[in-house]
């Protein structure tokens, strides 16, 4: 243990902590703004450039950053003399000073860590230091990702999410002295770039250079269009983060109230992705017992994760043969919401819009894929995130934390707890294991819980024992572990016969979608026990069980895997080099 | 010299004698020789950089270290008819501080050359950086037998550490240590890297290091590999010296045919090699964490320390990195022994430093003296004083980094320690002087712009705090300021100190401190009088005729470049202040010192 003194307290630290680590143990709350630990996922950013957490080291000819300077023993530090008390306000100031003041219209009013620090910091009226500011234009070339780098205060986090979490490298600094910028290469805009729009640089961006692509008014407008029946549908992750939004304790689900929020909003039906997430386990399990007794192009990597998909467009498109053909669970429930329930309910498909709400951007990109449709209608008209449907609640003054519990409409409403799991990393392959053992055993799976894929390292396999048939899975979330894996077994170092991946760490909780987990290290697992908790709690733990997922293959899909279920739930994936 | 030849030329083959036609020169010397039938009595070598630039080209003729200077190609012939034929030196083509007395001495013994110590330039402009049999003569290699074949690594540190030397690069860290550091982190791969992105402005040594003597560069960097336990090394240069480069890069296949570099060296069995890496340019890759990145092929930007290079520096690996002009130290402190480098310099600093003397000084070029040399020396024994009858007001050391001195510290003795204690640096070595035409406000605010424009933009104090200053600057150089900004610039000036990521932003406010110290009357002078004291920052002045000076010879209004001078033939003129576009023009021309500003 290393001892040392923080504001003339004695402390003792582990090493290799940092005065940032002791400071938190004394419960001194040292000001950061570029620093960012997501401790579970082993995502760090400690690049020490916005030299906000300076600190006085007795004997340092300089202040030192807090965050990145390990603890030694016998350290006097001061984290409050009037040198660091300074140097922490210019520091901010001068930021502000090259930073649009225009807080109240701004996308991140009262969700930016900017704004907070300035308030903390007592930064009022006049800037003492004013001067030239940096100007360049809005990228919103994408579908899904909103750039403004007139707002980046190059704190790099975006630029440690996508080079070195996910290892795309599109987001880095350009430019030098006071024109540097975070931005794509060449300043090129995001779509022509090897983006796979997953969103991590929004979810870690500390003001709004990184945004989502707002798709509100157009909800707001197909909303109160009468001459349209508007269905919405709820990704599984979405539920347990919805409340963050509202000041409720992370890891609280809220599948009622959010029911209840979106029939308030004027839904005409209140449906659930869990359900689309049962149908997907029915095709992707079939196809994965399919491709294991043929021995034909294993692994089989599930493909409900679009910024995967692109991933593996854009990076290894010589193995384009191993993703499943099963679509995306909301995009399977909008070719079955347009045509199924259509004919169901006796609505022409034309006139039902379907709304996804969703913990990711990347779906808003994915909906806008032209295979993605059936008989010339999108299969999911618009996408919205989390925080997209927060604000809307906001906007129509709604009381969320009050509304009382609903339930979701049928027949798309209902899902068993393998529906649910998909919102976690290890869910999918989870959900596959419980219908894949049962029917290729044709015995019942009474222990559901596959303890051995769940967890948040990087990489996770297990062989899973079906009836003397070693299946070996392997998970993997954040794109920069997908690529270890894929590098794997291109390179024939590992062979597996099913592979889950997510490209945001921890899967959809951690979606780019989600409310800002600020580098809170505790949030992402917090949402993973509730992910949890809620499957326990579910009386219907496998997809395969889902009585109107039956229902649905009886009365309209014919087989599972059969043409119709092909024709509505199966795509194709391209080459996109970048 | 080899005996057989009855001249020896010695021609500057630097950068700047090389742009004015130095090697067109050195041909046209071999080919007069060889028409005139001398061509086996006369050597001409291509050497490195003399050091007194502002005179190139030049030539060195031995016997006798006639100095030539200034030279032009057509007076190729009759130096070699005249001197070279009939023996008798042309005095009108030889530079003029050795002409004394109707006698000609040798150029060491001109004050330029006579005060100095050459120990890192030892072989600039003696021998040809193309020959290694020229560099062996010189005790080249020497040193590197000794360490490999009769020292251990440990002994070879030793010497390092007994000499005192200290890093030539800026930050002035013990080299030794440096080297011990490097040696006792354990690794099976350790990298030696040269860091020869010279980047102060005005600053040319490791330039000419390369350039006039390469071989001292591997041979430093060959006994550092031995002493550290690394088989790799990096030279990274910038792209902007090509002649550097080129030389270098001649100078390592030379030295690796003759098995002074590569596998065996000198049949020692330690193996070691070079490779040459360029930089962009990039003022911050000077920075040792920089340089390593760009080597890696990221971004050229510094990171935060520790780790050091030591522990953990190029691809993570332990890494030892110095700059050229410590290098260049290094195989004479073997081949003389640590004590005798030691007794050199004053008692924290040892042996020499060299300075590139710029500005309004005489003697513009290279010097290098040994440390404890006063400021007043350098710049009025060696550097001949203030041209022009002007004024000493200010010396500028350690470049962009660095501050400025008053006269009142012009007996300061020159070594690491004194120069920060007085605000200023030594930094790689730049000398600017400055004398009373000179704004200490537009100094400060040419510095800044520097600085402004080389910060990598990694840290906020750097990236948006410089441009402040700067900006502020602009202001106060401009009238627009009130006095309570010079507080706000003080204190910003600290913040920046304090809290920058990297040397570059900790001492970017340093010119600006320096001149605040020294010279606050002038920053007032702009605010409160809205006046440059020195006539150069043109938002303040206003140009006007004093009328009884003016004799009327309208040679101002004739050269006015946008008519804004009126007046009849004998009698004052006006100016338009309107029209004025401050260029000072009729300041230049007016003989009668009739214009004010």
Known sequence: ?578 | MNNSFKYNLLVCGGTGCTSSDSEIIISTFKEECKENNIDKEVKVTRTGCFGLCELGPIVIVNPGGYFYCRLEVKDVPSIVKEHLIGGNPIKDLIYKETIQDDKIIAFDETPFYAKQNKIALRNCGVIDPGEIDEYIEHDGYKALDTVLNSMTPDETIAVVKDSGLRGRGGGGFPAGLKWEFTKNNESSQKYVLCNADEGDPGAFMDRSILEGDPHSIIEAMTIAGYAIGASKGFVYVRAEYPIAVTRLQSAIDVAVETGMLGNNILKSGFNFELEIRLGAGAFVCGEETALIHSIEGERGEPSYKPPYPAESGLWNKPTLINNVETYANIPVIFNKGAKWFASIGTEKSKGTKVFALGGKIKHTGLIEIPMGTTLREVIFEIGGGIPNGRKFKAAQTGGPSGGCLPESLLDIKIDFDSLTSVGSMMGSGGLIVMDDSNCMVDIAKFFLEFTVDESCGKCTPCRVGTMRLYEMLQNISSGKAVIEDLDKLEALCHVVKSSSLCGLGQTAPNPILSTLQYFRDEYVAHIVDKKCPAGVCADLLTYTVIEDKCIGCTLCAKNCPVDAIEGSVKKPHIIDVDKCIKCGICVDKCKFDAITR
């Open chain 1, 1 to 578: 243990m290393i001892n040392l003194k923080i504001n003339n307290i004695d402390v003792s630290l582990p090493e290799n902590s940092t005065i940032l680590d002791g400071a938190k143990k004394l419960g001194i709350k040292i000001p950061t703004l570029c620093h960012l630990d997501l401790c579970d996922l082993k995502v760090v950013n400690q690049v020490a450039s916005c030299r906000v957490c300076m600190v006085h080291i007795d004997g340092y000819r300089t202040l030192m950053p807090a965050c990145a300077t390990k603890v030694r023993d016998g350290m006097v530090i001061q984290t409050n003399t009037s040198e660091a008390i300074a140097a922490r306000r210019t520091v901010v100031e001068l930021l502000l000073s090259d930073h649009p003041t225009d807080c109240l219209i701004c996308e991140k009013n009262t969700n930016c860590d900017l704004q907070t620090l300035a308030a903390v910091l007592g930064i009022r009226g006049k800037l003492k230091y004013e001067g030239k500011k940096s100007t360049y234009p809005i990228d919103k070339s994408s579908t899904s990702i909103y750039r403004n780098p007139d707002k980046c205060i190059v704190c790099r986090r975006c630029e440690t999410m996508c080079s070195d979490v996910q290892t795309c490298n599109v987001l880095s600094g350009v430019n030098r002295g006071f024109d540097t910028v975070i931005q794509p290469a060449f300043e090129m805009d995001l779509n022509t770039t090897p983006c796979t729009f997953c969103g991590q640089c929004i979810a870690v961006c500390p003001t709004s250079a990184l945004t989502e692509i707002n798709n509100v008014d157009e909800v707001w407008s197909v909303i109160n269009d009468k001459s349209k029946h508007v269905v919405v549908q709820t990704a599984p992750a979405v539920r347990f983060a919805l409340g963050e939004e509202f000041g409720m304790p992370v890891g609280t689900e809220v599948t009622g109230k959010m029911v209840n929020l979106l029939n308030k909003l004027g839904f005409d039906k209140v449906f659930d992705t869990d359900f689309a997430a049962d149908l997907t386990i029915m095709e992707e399990a079939n196809e994965l017992i399919k491709r294991v007794t043929d021995n034909k192009n294993l692994p089989l990597l599930t493909s409900c994760c679009p910024s995967w998909v692109n991933f593996i467009e854009h990076n290894f498109s010589d193995l384009l043969y191993m993703p499943s053909s099963c679509k995306s669970p909301h995009q399977m429930f909008g070719a079955i919401a347009k045509t199924y329930y259509a004919e169901k309910e006796n609505i022409d498909p034309k006139d039902i819009v379907v709304v996804s709400v969703m913990p990711c951007v990347a779906k808003k990109y994915e909906s806008s894929r032209e295979e993605l449709s059936h008989n010339e209608l999108k299969d999911v008209d618009y996408v919205i995130t989390t925080r997209e449907l927060a604000s809307m609640c906001r906007e129509a003054g709604l009381p969320f934390t009050d509304l009382e519990d609903m339930e979701f409409d049928n027949p798309l409403g209902e899902s068993s707890g393998a529906g649910t799991i998909f919102g976690s990393t290890g869910g999918v392959m989870e959900a596959a294991l419980r219908t894949s053992y049962e029917w290729l055993t044709k015995k019942s799976l009474d222990k559901v819980d596959f303890n051995n894929i769940r967890g948040l390292d990087g990489i996770r396999e297990a062989t899973i024992d079906i009836d003397g048939l070693e299946l070996k899975v392997a998970i993997a979330h954040g794109l920069g572990n997908a690529r270890t894996l894929l590098n794997m077994i291109k390179n024939k170092e590992a062979e597996y016969h099913a592979i889950e991946i997510m490209a945001c760490p921890g899967g959809c909780i951690g979606g780019g979608g989600q409310p800002y987990h600020g580098g809170n290290p505790d949030v992402i697992s917090k949402r993973r026990d509730a992910v949890y908790n809620a499957d326990k709690n579910k009386t219907r733990r496998k997809s395969h069980e889902n009585p109107s997922i039956k229902k649905l293959y009886d009365e309209y899909l014919g087989d599972v895997g059969g043409k119709k279920a092909h024709e509505l739930l199966h795509t194709t994936f391209k080459s996109s080099k970048k």
